[in-house]
């Protein structure tokens, strides 16, 4: 196993250990809880680091496990997206290059389109409408106004 796979096993470790979570194998391959996934991929560590060199194991199936424990930090909200790529890029890079753990933090939410702010009633495409939408990032739209029929039935509670 290569130092640097060694050396981002020690990061996992010591991330989930810092958090009191003991190993333990998930035997029937469900792990219902946060204390169960975080201890599987404690194990899963500890089996990597007795059994990878001494039963041979390829370098491929190693880069197996330790996606899997990413898959488990990524999903626990240890480690970011973006984190977790530059930790598996470091697999690759110079002999002898150590991990980091960048910042742990959630990615903030992506933006949504704002809502239109412009009604049916208000729009009449003048050019005042039309720069304040703009100003404001909504789009203008026209919208049925409140006299028309809706063309969706609607049933009411008894």
């Not at 060694?6 to 946060?34: F, H, P, W």
């Not at 991929?41 to 990597?48: G, H, K, L, T, V």
């Not at 470091?90 to 412009?118: E, H, K, M, W, Y």
Request: with cysteine.
């Amino acid at each position: 196993m290569k130092q640097q796979m060694k050396d981002l096993l020690q990061l996992y470790e010591n991330t989930i250990a810092s958090q009191g979570y003991a190993r333990r194998e998930a035997a029937t391959g469900v792990a219902r809880s946060q204390d169960d996934r975080m201890g599987h991929a404690r194990w899963m560590i500890d089996q990597m680091q007795q059994n990878a060199e001494r039963d041979n194991w390829s370098e491929a199936r190693c880069t197996r496990e330790v996606g899997i424990i990413q898959g488990i930090l990524w999903s626990e909200n240890q480690f970011s997206m973006r984190a977790v790529e530059n930790q598996s890029q470091d697999l690759d890079g110079a002999p002898g290059a150590r991990p980091q753990a960048i910042n742990t933090a959630p990615p903030a939410p992506a933006p949504v389109d704002p809502p239109s702010i412009v009604t049916g009633a208000d729009l009449d495409n003048d050019a005042a409408d039309v720069a304040f939408a703009a100003e404001m990032g909504a789009t203008p739209v026209a919208m049925p106004s409140a006299t028309e029929p809706s063309s969706m039935p609607v049933t009411l509670p008894e």
